[in-house]
């Protein structure tokens, strides 16, 4: 970008549009996507360029410089050259030469070279001469510059347009990009949880109709729930119905499955939020204080306690907490209660531990790479104090990869709030896919497991967009395409 | 002249590791003293109150200990002879199991240790706790027939490890060991198999340097392991794992299964007593014996789901490093969909398709962890694989797949047992979580998630029935985490 505003002074959008343009056309990918994209157009144009071809002076520059280069003998001095160095190296390593497929080898590679040559040789020519080559791309591009061409194609080529415009500006591709990736994750997460379930040797009919049911009853709950339908037809059913948020009902209670999870997703969510605050307010500045004093006993006793955190089992927190907090002392309730917020408590704590012990550990070792760094020492050896440089210059650059910890933290976390909700008798999400998988209740399953995978594939898409917002190496990285 | 004094005190071994066993020795104390009232009746309890005394004077005596050291190494830079004998006194604490005091007084009382006396030290200790604790059968009514066979031939190794300490204290040295040690090396790797794997390291290494002429490697091996050995945390991590596993062989002969699976409606729910250490459950099954046979499960369970997304997430992440482009691009993105879900959701999911039991268990868990172990693979092969020596044998006309597995895989493994360290702690926890859900091993089965599963019902009256397994999981779990973060700096060459 930054090249090709120094080259032209009207730097317009068209111009912009076609620079796009020839870049794309060189990843392979994007190709066939632009191609595909403006079909109607590309045929109409294709044309064009094969009648305006046929006039070009590049083929006739070609022609000369192939016939001169074969009088000169150029082919067959790369041959001899190339043999001689097979021989060679045959020679040294003590094998034996066989004729043929020297022969072979050496063809193969002369020819490589000299249709080398040729194309440089030519090119060279054409350079000299002051013209630009023709191909399909340069040609594309000369025509987007003219607005003519550029209004009359807009209706046929639209799809190609907003294609090229996204990508006109790195940031906007970078959303669109990590946007279009994770709903392919989220496809496959949903065929992969389908598939899952799909090969269960478990019969669902035969476990909630009971042993006593006849086979017309049977097969009517198997065409009611659609299961008497082929692999590809059921898979077509649960993804639409994924994207749709309409996952029929459940085969227990006949209940609406989306319904279901739209109602316990929220006390799931609000208990993952609170945690990850908690290990925030708790973990980071710990790490800090540990990274700063290192190697004293504040530092070891934090880490050692940290340690504990990540080994202790949730549940048998949960159950320790439950005996001293509310058996014992009888300041918090056992079970979680909507209506008092101070049973909210234990559940975020226990949640939470394992995730604070990560992320004070994480940003202990991040802080001590940094504070390792040369800018650092750079920065006290100009004389500021140690808090300026924590401040200024460590932590932010210690932050990065914590956050992206985080991210994936959080995932776990949400993957992990079945067993706490179990232990505080919550009726969350994750104690939803754990009650229904007796039986096993597969829109029920499918449905809650994908959309917490849905909901982790989101948060992690905004850490990285943020990311790439707030760190400059990011951003440069983009711009190189 | 003063400041190298405190250098030598930052420096010492001796001195880190005096503090931290006083220190641990010293929680231990306050944990007895604690749980030696009754609080109710204001009473105490006589036993646990001795035992409180006993660790709170071997406590007092290791800071002693810890004192001395400082002013040795203040005053002359070096521990003085006087203290290292002084050590022999602490020796003694073995006798009340308090393993953090008397692996210190073993370390201090040898000035040059060789990874082989740690070996030989821990190996020892491990046998004495075996047998201890296999000792507790003894006030059961009855024992199983291979009980006193199987505890014969333990004390017979132990009377052999003994031995083989005194001898490797006095002959090994840090590049070689005397050649006739090979015969003692024979008998050590056949009674490894006993699970006492510190046998097998000793072996290994008495081997490497009884056979081995090549300096260099008996140095890096010594290295490497004089780094682990002395992170007390790391080793004392090791040495747990290994009795769990060491107990979890032992058992099938020195412990009753019946014991821990067999209805006993004569004894409910009894309290702690020396029958029943940690009393019994509701069908009246002995704790003691659930908790010992479900770290069989643990370990197993928790190696299998590891070493398997070890080998097929190595694998992938081995091929897609190294045929950069498309083949990374095909499995990285495959391993993406993988990935965006959570490893307990997954298990879940597949065991309400497939079944709860132990073998689903294995599968689900590891299914869940092949992408982390496939990118860690990667970064890693991306890495070596730009090193001269994979292009010096590019260019001697090695096959791709020579040298994928012949120069980069082995020079790529030391971040990924690393990473298998610190996730078996993982998998562990995820067995009993799913366990407790009633998703994981069979409720039949004595396994911690399923004791705690009973336990977490009789919360109110007999709580040691869920605080007991959670403790025998945290420790399995602490100690692998302990072991992971010892090994991690040891291989990290960034911390030389």
Known sequence: MGLHKESSVNFGFADHLSYVFGKMMKRTSYRYLLLILGFPLHLIVFLFYRVKRKNDTYFTIRNKINTSLQTAGLKEKLIRDFKEQYVRKHAFFQEKVDEQDMNREVERIAQERYLKILAEKVDAEYKQQGFVKLTYISYFQTLIKKPLFLIVSLIPGILMYILLFLFSNFFIKFIFERLVMSIFVIAGVSVLVFTILYLSPFDPAANLLGEAATKEQIASFNHTYGLDLPYLAQLWNALKGIFTFDLGASFTGNEDVAASIANKFPITLTIAVFSLLMAIVIAIPVGIISATRQNTFLDYSFMFIALIGLSIPNFWQGLIFILNFSI??????????????????????????GLTASVARMTRSSMLEIINEDYIITAKAKGLNERQVLWKHAIGNAMIPIITVIGLLFGDM???????????????????????????????????????????????????????????????KMKQL | MNSYKKHALKLSREYTQANFAWVLSFVVCLIFLVNSFNYKEGTIKSFVFTIFLVYAIFTM???????????????????????????????????????????????????????????????????????????????????????????????????????????????????????????????????????????????????????????????????????????????????????????????????????????????????????????????????????????????????????????????????????????????MRLLDILYAIPGILLAIAIIAAFGANTMNLILALSVGAIPSYARTMRANVLMVSNYEYVDSARALGSSDLSIIFKQIVPNSLAPMIVKATLTIGGAVIATSSLSFLGLGVEPHIPEWGNILKVGSTYLESHSYLAIIPGLAIIGLVLSFNFLGDGLRDAFDPRMD
């Open chain 1, 328 to 353: 014992k002392m009888q300041w918090l309730p056992a079970t979680y209660n909507p209506q008092n917020m101070l049973s909210i408590i234990m559940p975020v704590i226990v949640l939470g531990t």
């Open chain 2, 61 to 331: 005596y290791q800071l002693f200990l810890t004192w001395k050291i400082k002013k040795d190494l203040l005053k002359f830079g070096d521990i003085q002879p006087i203290t290292r004998k002084l050590g022999y006194i602490q020796l003694l604490s073995i006798l009340s199991a308090n393993i953090f005091t008397a692996s210190f007084a073993f370390n201090l009382i040898k000035k040059k240790k060789t990874p082989e006396y740690t070996f030989a030290v821990f190996m020892v200790f491990t046998q004495l706790f075996v047998i201890a604790v296999s000792t507790f059968n003894l006030f059961k009514p009855y024992v199983t027939d291979t009980f006193l066979p199987a505890m014969g031939v333990l004390v017979g190794i132990l009377i052999f490890q003994i031995v083989t300490l005194i001898l490797v204290s006095k002959y090994v040295q840090d590049e070689s060991a005397p050649s006739w040690f090979l015969i003692i090396t024979i008998v050590l790797i056949i009674t490894s198999l006993t699970g006492n794997l510190f046998n097998l390291l000793l072996g290994i290494s008495l081997v490497l340097k009884t056979r081995s002429h090549d300096r260099s490697r008996i140095m890096k091996w010594n290295t490497m392991w004089n780094k682990i050995t002395r992170n007390s945390t790391a080793i004392l991590g090791m040495f747990f794992i290994i009795l769990m596993l060491s107990l979890s062989v032992c058992s099938k002969y020195t412990f009753d299964y019946d014991m821990a699976v067999e209805n006993d409606y004569g004894s409910l729910l009894q309290k702690p007593s020396l029958e029943h250490p940690f009393g019994t459950d509701d069908f009246g099954r002995d704790l003691f014996s659930r908790i010992i046979f479900g770290a069989r499960i643990s370990l197993l369970v928790g190696f299998a789901s590891t070493i398997i997304p070890l080998i097929i997430g190595g694998f992938l992440g081995a091929i897609a490093g190294y045929y950069t482009k498309r083949a990374d691009n095909i499995i």
């Open chain 1, 414 to 476: 949400l993957g992990g709030a079945a067993v706490t909700e179990k232990v505080f008798n919550i009726s969350g999400l994750g104690s939803y896919i754990v009650d229904k998988q007796f039986i096993p209740d597969i829109p029920a399953i499918m449905g809650g497991v994908i959309y917490i995978a849905i909901t982790i594939s989101l948060v992690n898409v905004l850490i990285d967009i943020l990311y790439a917002f707030f760190d400059p190496r990011i951003r440069s």
